[in-house]
């Protein structure tokens, strides 16, 4: 009786083992990316979902954008937003403890999609950061219509290599398991000959 309870244990316990080295030999930082960031912006939690869990998969340091004024509350909002995609109106951010990106060799950086295209908030940092020799990864967030997100965010960001842009639909409505496949398979496909 002992003897085959502890023959289940020992059988589960390797399997678990097996498991856990295999779901890290997919994670992105045993191929050589060097060090990663990841940046992101978020009001109502779905792009924070998602930096996450990046950050979980791949050992990131993780830095979050916020504006220095709050947003109204729906629908003021959405005006507010189309304002602010003015470059005389982005929003200032709050801009303490901004990691130094040289320090790092592959950026991510997300926010949610709002009017079609890339958040003031977001196009307030990259307006403000050169990011000359870096290769930076795009993801949105997002309720439906993605519209010109990584076509605009390429041509505002600065200097950068662009590669391996990701969209993602009401994350938070998303089953988690779903979500969670979806990145570690956007993950798989990065090629470190791509830097
Ligand atoms: C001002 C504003 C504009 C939006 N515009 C769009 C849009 O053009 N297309 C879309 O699919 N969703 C749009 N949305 C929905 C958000 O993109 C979506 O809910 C996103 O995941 C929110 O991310 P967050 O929770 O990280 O803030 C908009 C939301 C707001 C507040």
Not at 92 to 111: C, E, R, V, W
Request: aromatic share 14%.
């Amino acid at each position: 009786m002992f003897k085959s309870l502890f023959l289940f244990f020992a059988t589960t316990l390797s399997l678990s083992l097996l498991f856990c080295q295999t779901s890290e030999a997919e994670n992105i930082n045993n191929r050589d990316f060097g060090k990663i960031l990841v940046v992101y912006y978020s009001l109502s939690g779905n792009t924070r979902t998602i930096a996450l869990t990046i950050k979980e998969k791949t050992n990131a340091d993780i830095y979050e954008i916020k504006t220095e004024n709050e947003y109204p509350g729906s629908p003021m909002i959405y005006i507010t937003a189309k304002k602010q995609m003015n470059p005389k109106n982005y929003p200032k951010l709050k801009n303490d403890n901004i990691p130094d990106i040289n320090k790092y060799d592959l950026i991510f950086i997300g926010g949610p999609v709002w009017w079609y295209t890339v958040p003031a908030p977001i196009l307030s940092f990259l307006s403000q950061t050169d990011f000359k020799g870096k290769t930076v990864v795009p993801f949105a967030t997002h309720g439906g219509n993605y519209g010109k997100f990584f076509e605009d965010f390429e041509s505002k960001i600065k200097n950068a290599k662009v590669i391996r842009g990701q969209e993602f639909k009401k994350v938070l409505k998303t089953d988690k398991n779903l979500l969670d496949k979806k990145i570690s398979d956007w993950l798989a496909t990065f090629n470190e000959k791509e830097l």
